[in-house]
């Protein structure tokens, strides 16, 4: 008498989440500043984006044309560098223009710059994504950490 044995696949299993964002979904702007190389971290983003259901609307912004990262987002912005007089006005002036939502700071040089003007972004509706001065303060100081 022949016993029959179940096999199990070895292909994995996927499952689908539902969405939680209607088909209505929502539009997201958010601008990543310095981003150079960073082409892994804009294709994540989008990714994610997609993978919840959102409409993104990807900014970045580069003081080079050169960057590789800058041919990859939606709304490219030329800016100066960072130690410019004028980078954090530059930033102020994308978001106003472009209603930006999230703003995404990718270099530590920058955090000091960036972290005295939250609320400054945040008055525009903009969250920029970064500690407060004080912990940014901290962070940087060895003696203090």
């Known amino acids: 008498m022949a016993t029959s044995k179940k096999t199990r696949s070895t292909k994995p299993v996927r499952k689908r989440l539902s969405s939680p964002v209607t088909s209505r979904s929502i539009e997201v702007r958010v601008l990543f500043t310095c981003v150079g190389r960073r082409v892994q971290l804009i294709q994540a983003f989008r990714r994610a984006g997609e993978s919840?259901?959102?409409?993104?609307?990807?900014?970045?912004?580069?003081?080079?044309?050169?960057?590789?990262?800058?041919?990859?987002?939606?709304?490219?912005?030329?800016?100066?560098?960072?130690?410019?007089?004028?980078?954090?006005d530059a930033m102020l002036d994308i978001v106003r223009r472009n209603r930006i939502q999230l703003l995404v700071p990718l270099l530590d040089f920058e955090l000091p710059l960036l972290a005295p003007q939250r609320d400054r972004f945040a008055h525009l509706g903009c969250c920029v994504l970064i500690s407060s001065a004080e912990v940014v303060e901290t962070c940087r100081d060895k003696w203090k950490t």
Do not use: Q, T
């Open 52 to 88: 919840l259901g959102l409409r993104l609307e990807v900014h970045g912004a580069d003081a080079s044309v050169l960057s590789p990262a800058i041919h990859l987002v939606d709304n490219p912005h030329l800016v100066p560098p960072i130690a410019a007089e004028g980078y954090v």
